[in-house]
């Protein structure tokens, strides 16, 4: 098995030997792995302590697995989150995936096995967003708009008429986000975009 670059994960629950535990296992799985039981003290380490993954409660004491997502989200968009809960609802797991970005919505007792698939794949997510944040960090904000549509299979005069701008103008966008890129064509913006570049 081969672990991405920002291989270590951070297990957060208030129940310090619930988050131990599952730090452990990862650990066992071949996995850099710390455990936190405060939000806080997880956001605290983050200037240092990059992390690739991390499987975050949803209900804590002073601040909901929610909350602390969208805290998580302004400090590293490439962070791959993983929710678990011992109250599961069809509205936090919708929240959960649609609202948070989380990739997956696992229920306590935790399944060993699909916990372990959980954090592989978010730590695969995160490589590849960091791969294109990396590629993308230059654009300003209306490159990166038309780079959405144009990876979505939008063309210049579509992309023109949602964005209200002129397709000459979209043109202009589009040869920018080619030369900052460095991608000879669009099938290698839409590979870069799948972090298959």
């Known amino acids: ?30 996995f850099e792995a710390r455990f936190f039981t405060r939000p806080e003290d997880l956001l605290g380490q983050m200037p240092v302590q990059r992390f690739g993954c991390v499987v975050s409660d949803i209900q804590m004491g002073q601040i909901d697995g929610f909350t602390f997502a969208e805290r998580l989200r302004t400090r590293d968009p490439c962070v791959a989150l993983v929710f678990m809960t011992a109250w599961p609802t069809t509205a936090h797991a919708v929240d959960a995936v649609r609202c948070h970005g989380g990739l997956d919505y696992l229920e306590k007792p935790l399944d060993e096995e699909r916990l372990i698939a959980a954090v ?78």
């Open 120 to 197: 592989r794949e978010g730590l695969a997510w995160s490589a590849r967003q960091c791969q294109i944040e990396q590629a993308t960090g230059a654009f300003t904000r209306r490159e990166r708009e038309v780079f959405d549509w144009l990876v979505n299979g939008h063309s210049n005069k579509e992309i023109a008429e949602r964005m209200g701008i002129s397709a000459r103008t979209v043109e202009d966008h589009r040869a920018a986000i080619m030369a900052k890129t460095r991608v000879n064509g669009l099938a290698q913006l839409v590979a870069l975009s799948r972090g298959k570049a």
């Open 1 to 30: 098995m081969t672990i991405p670059p920002l291989s270590c994960v951070a297990v957060l629950d208030d129940d310090a030997d619930f988050a131990a535990a599952v730090a452990r296992l990862l650990v066992r799985q071949g």
